[in-house]
């Protein structure tokens, strides 16, 4: 079934749009974003209402049946309107360049003839009626006047439009699935072989070793200790550059927990320098707790991330 169908591509795209880093790329663009979102509903529920036109029992009564010619009209013209935003919105394509499909442009102007602008289309250029004693669930003729030509008469196919439009909107949408994978393989294939949990590699010595220059006597021994703060700092700098070389950053749960690092490490270095903010040795163990805890759960982090890349 279409709907199925349509389901499927609809939950790849959302897969793809809620990847944070990807999603944090469209979110900045709060119009783009919101533009996906709304053209990704709209396209689902325009394809229920059709699915819905062909499934169920065409009425007797005339005032329904324009009901369910309208509205299927107007659901297929929605639906090829959610489309076009949406591909916009996801490839940053101006609107303007948009092409429609010669197949859904003869749709789209069967609908503003019969239900979109019948009274006037084209500023007068014609005039249209729908005969209400041929409607039914398969279609209807309709009627255009002309100020400049003859009456023309048009038998217009439902069911042979709905299966048209069909079959240009899956093809759109595999589309844009397969557009957006090989996009989402090429930045994997481009970072899989650098690994994020390396970056923290000696970690949890050069921690452990600034947590012994609390204790030791001796000078030498703490000029050591106290050297493995430097290469811990570069360490996180190099995890933050990576991220935001992968556009992971910026990232609310990253962002927080790396800013919380970099003031630990802003407070050791005060502390094992000049100690200007008078920070005490309880203080420090404090902080070396935190950066032990805090290390392990970003190294976490770094290893799920290393497995979405291996994917």
């Known amino acids: 079934m279409l709907e199925n169908s349509i389901d499927i591509l609809s939950s790849k795209i959302r897969d793809y749009i809620n990847i944070p880093r990807v999603q944090n790329k469209f979110i900045i663009n709060k119009k783009n974003w919101n ?24 009425p007797n009564e005339d005032g329904l049946k324009y009901i369910y010619i309208y509205g299927l009209l107007q659901s297929l013209f929605l639906q090829q309107d959610s489309l076009k935003h949406l ?13 429609f499909s010669d197949e859904l442009i003869s749709i789209r102007d069967i609908r503003n003839d019969a239900i979109g602008h019948p009274t006037n289309r084209g500023n007068g250029k014609s005039f249209h009626y729908i005969s209400r004693m041929t409607m039914n669930k398969n279609g209807f003729d309709l009627l255009s006047s002309f100020s400049n030509k003859e009456d ?6 439902i069911i042979e439009l709905i299966d ?27 970072f ?32 050591f200790y106290i050297s493995q703060l430097n290469p811990l700092i570069n360490k996180y700098s190099d995890i933050e550059n990576q991220l935001i070389e ?6 609310d749960y990253l962002d927080e927990e790396l ?43 770094l290893k799920n991330i290393d497995e979405e890349y291996e994917v």
Do not use: W
Request: hydrophobic share 30%; net charge neutral; charged share 35%.
């Open 192 to 223: 899989k072989d650098i690994k994020m949990k390396d970056f923290l590699k000696g970690s949890d010595y050069s921690i452990e070793k600034l947590f012994e220059s609390l204790y030791t006597e001796s000078y030498s021994k703490k000029n």
């Open 35 to 58: 533009q996906i979102c709304s053209s990704l509903d709209v396209l689902g529920d325009t394809t229920y209402a059709i699915s819905s036109y062909i499934h169920s029992t065409f």
């Open 164 to 190: 048209i439009q069909s079959n240009n909107i899956e093809k759109k949408m595999i589309d844009i699935v397969n557009n957006i994978e090989e996009r989402e393989m090429e930045h994997r294939k481009k």
């Open 152 to 157: 023309i008469f048009k038998e217009v196919k």
């Open 259 to 301: 800013k919380r690092v970099n003031y630990i490490f802003k407070c050791l270095k005060s502390y094992f320098s000049e100690n200007e903010r008078q920070f005490t040795n309880d203080d420090i163990y404090i902080f070396l707790s935190f950066l032990r805890d805090k290390n392990k759960e970003i190294l976490e982090s």
């Open 87 to 99: 591909t916009c919105a996801l490839f940053e394509i101006n609107e303007n360049e948009y092409k």
């Open 246 to 251: 992968r556009e992971i950053l910026p990232n």
